[in-house]
C-alpha cells in the first residue's frame, strides 16, 4: 500500500482500497468500494481519521515513532508500559473517536487494540509453537509499521445453535481447513459479520467460542488482505445508500461502517500469516490469556463514552427543541441520563486507574472491562428508550424529505407547524432529523443490536464477569462478620444474662 513518507493520510488509505477485493452488494460485486454509492461516505469518514492524524497541528500526540522502521503511526499501536502512557493512548484515540461521535464500532483503534494486546502475550504464542509465534509478531509489526485499518472476524455463521459447529448440516459453514501443504494452509466457509471489513486493508481471523475436542478444523487464526483471491465479502444493506441525503440522515450518510459476511472460498493462507492452528485451547489463551480481549474491550468502552457523550447531548437538545428543558421531571430525567453517561466514563478511568502489570506492559483492571460489558449492554437499549420518550411525536412529525422544503406551499405550512421556543422551524426539522438518525432509524436500530451483541450475547458476557470477579474478597467480607460469634458462645452468654436477670 501506499504510504507518504512520515505517516498515513487518508489519501493513502482510499488508494489502498483499490485493490481488487471481492465485495457483493444487491447481487452485483462492486468495482471499487471508494466510489460505490454504498460504501464511499464511509469510506471517507475512515479517510478522515488518517488526515486528523496527518494534519501537522495532531501529528506529535496522535502518532508515535514505530520503534521498528521509524515512521510515525497512530499513538493506538503504541504498547503502555505504564498508566500514563495508558492515559496518553487513550487521549489520541478518543480524539479520533470523536470525530464520528462512537458510531463507527470498528474503527481501526479497535483491531490495533486487540492485536496490541495479544502482542503483549507472546509467550503465548511461544507455546504454541516458535513458527506461529513468529508469524505473529512479524505480523503485529508489519500492520503497526503500515498502520493498517483491519477488521476481525471471530464468531462463526449462528446457524442452527442448538448443535455444535461441527455437526451442522454442512461441515463448513463455519470456516475450516481443508488442506495444508509445504506453503500454507486451505480455508473453506464462512464467519460472521465483518465490520467495517468493506474499507479495512485485511481481516484477522481467529475464534472465540468455545469448541470441542474433534473441532479442530475450526481451530485457526491467521490474517489475509482483503483482496486475497478467495474471500467474498457480502454486504448487508448500505443505510449509506437507502439515505435520502444527508440533512435526512446525516449519521447514517456518513458512518455507515457496514456489517458484512466473510466466505473463504478455499482460500490460500502462506505459514507465515497462520497464527493459531488446530489448537483448540489456544484459540481461547490467544484472547484470554494474552492481553488481547481486554484491550479490544476496553477499547470500546472508550468509544461508547464518547457515544454516550454524543447522545446525552441528542436529549438535551431534544427537550430545548420541544420547550420541556425546565420541566422539573424532565431536568431530573436529563439529569439520570448524564449519571448514566458519566458512569460510563468512570468505568473508563477506573479501568485504567485500577490497572496493573502484564509482563513488562500496563494494562486495564480486567473485571472492571467485563463490568461495563454487562452493564452497557442492557443500559445501551434502556437508553435509547428513554430518549424516545423524551421525544415525543416530534421524531415524526416531519417532513418526508429535504424536498419538502423546495415546494413553496409546503414550505411556507413547514415554517408555520415546525415551532421551536429554541430555533427557527428549519433548524428544528434539522435537528429533529438527526435526533432520529440517532435513535430511531434503520441505521440507529442497527446500533441498538450492534450495542447488545458486539461483545456476545448477555450469557458470555456475564460469564466473564462472574470468572473474573474478585469472589475472595467479596466472600471474606461477609465471613469477617460470621467469624465474630459462635453458636456456643451465644448461648453461652445469654444463658448467663438471664442468670444475672434472676439474682438481680
Ligand atoms: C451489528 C453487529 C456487528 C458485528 N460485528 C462483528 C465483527 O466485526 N466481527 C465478529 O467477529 N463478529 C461480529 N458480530 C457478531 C457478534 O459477535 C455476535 O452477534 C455475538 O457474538 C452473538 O453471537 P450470535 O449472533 O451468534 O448470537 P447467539 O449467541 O446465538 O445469541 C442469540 C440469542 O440466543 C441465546 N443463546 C444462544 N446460545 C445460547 C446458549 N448456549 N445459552 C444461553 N443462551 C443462548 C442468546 O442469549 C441470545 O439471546 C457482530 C454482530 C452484530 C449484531
Redesign the pocket.
Given at each position: 500500500m501506499m504510504m507518504t513518507a512520515t505517516v498515513k493520510t487518508g489519501a493513502d488509505h482510499i488508494e489502498s482500497l483499490r485493490d481488487g477485493r471481492h465485495i457483493f452488494i444487491d447481487g452485483e460485486r462492486v468495482d471499487d468500494v471508494t466510489t460505490h454509492p454504498a460504501f464511499r461516505n464511509a469510506v471517507q469518514s475512515a479517510a478522515a481519521l488518517y488526515d486528523y492524524q496527518a494534519d501537522p497541528k495532531h501529528i506529535e500526540w496522535m502518532t508515535f515513532e514505530s520503534p521498528t522502521n521509524g515512521k510515525r503511526v497512530n499513538r493506538t499501536w503504541f504498547m503502555p508500559t505504564s498508566y500514563e502512557e495508558m492515559v496518553q493512548r487513550r487521549e489520541a484515540m478518543v480524539a479520533w473517536l470523536r470525530l464520528h461521535g462512537g458510531f463507527m464500532?470498528?474503527s481501526p483503534d479497535h483491531l490495533a487494540s486487540s492485536l496490541v494486546g495479544q502482542a503483549m502475550g507472546i509467550d503465548i504464542f511461544e507455546r504454541h509453537g516458535k513458527a506461529r509465534a513468529r508469524a505473529f509478531q512479524d505480523y503485529f509489526t508489519y500492520a503497526r509499521d503500515h498502520d493498517l485499518f483491519l477488521?476481525?472476524?471471530?464468531?462463526?455463521?449462528?446457524a442452527d445453535?442448538s448443535k455444535p459447529w461441527g455437526e451442522q448440516d454442512d461441515a463448513f459453514l463455519a470456516a475450516g481447513v481443508v488442506d495444508e501443504d509445504a506453503e500454507g494452509i486451505t480455508v473453506r466457509g464462512a464467519?460472521?459479520?465483518?465490520?467495517?471489513?468493506i474499507m479495512a486493508n485485511e481481516v484477522f481471523v481467529a475464534n472465540?467460542?468455545p469448541l470441542r475436542p474433534g473441532e479442530e478444523r475450526y481451530a485457526l487464526s491467521f490474517a489475509i488482505p482483503m483482496n486475497a483471491p478467495g474471500l467474498k465479502v457480502l454486504s448487508r444493506k448500505s443505510f449509506e445508500a437507502a439515505a435520502v441525503s444527508e440533512y435526512d440522515n446525516p449519521l447514517a450518510t456518513r458512518f455507515d461502517e457496514n456489517?458484512a459476511l466473510m466466505y473463504f472460498d478455499d482460500v490460500k493462507v502462506p505459514w507465515e500469516r497462520v497464527f493459531v492452528y488446530r489448537d483448540t485451547d489456544m484459540c481461547r489463551a490467544q484472547f484470554h490469556d494474552t492481553a488481547g480481549h481486554m484491550y479490544q474491550n476496553y477499547q470500546a468502552q472508550m468509544r461508547l463514552l464518547v457515544k454516550m457523550q454524543f447522545l446525552v447531548g441528542v436529549a438535551l437538545m431534544l427537550t430545548e427543541t420541544i420547550g420541556t428543558r425546565h420541566m422539573p421531571v424532565i431536568d431530573q430525567e436529563l439529569g439520570k441520563l448524564a449519571a448514566q453517561a458519566a458512569m460510563v466514563e468512570g468505568m473508563v478511568y477506573g479501568m485504567e486507574a485500577g490497572g496493573g502489570a502484564y509482563g513488562k506492559y500496563y494494562v486495564p483492571k480486567k473485571h472492571l472491562m467485563y463490568a461495563a460489558q454487562v452493564l452497557t449492554q442492557e443500559l445501551y437499549p434502556n437508553y435509547i428508550k428513554a430518549l424516545r420518550e423524551l421525544a415525543g411525536g416530534s421524531l415524526i412529525m416531519l417532513p418526508s424529505s429535504v424536498r419538502d422544503f423546495n415546494h413553496p406551499e409546503l414550505s411556507a405550512i413547514i415554517d408555520k407547524t415546525q415551532q421551536s421556543p429554541a430555533m427557527a422551524p428549519e433548524s428544528r426539522v434539522k435537528f429533529l432529523k438527526l435526533a432520529w438518525d440517532a435513535i430511531g432509524s434503520e441505521f440507529a436500530s442497527?446500533h441498538v443490536?450492534?450495542e447488545?451483541?458486539?461483545?456476545?450475547?448477555?450469557?458470555?458476557t456475564k460469564g466473564h464477569s462472574a470468572r473474573t470477579y474478585d469472589w475472595d474478597t467479596a466472600r471474606h467480607l461477609v465471613q469477617a462478620v460470621l467469624d465474630r460469634y459462635q453458636l456456643d458462645d451465644v448461648i453461652r452468654d445469654l444463658d448467663h444474662s438471664r442468670r444475672a436477670e434472676r439474682i438481680a
Open positions: 464500532g470498528r477488521t476481525y472476524v471471530i464468531i462463526n455463521p449462528q445453535r464467519k460472521m459479520l465483518g465490520t467495517s471489513s472465540l467460542q456489517d442497527r443490536q450492534y447488545m451483541f458486539y461483545a456476545g450475547a448477555q450469557f458470555v
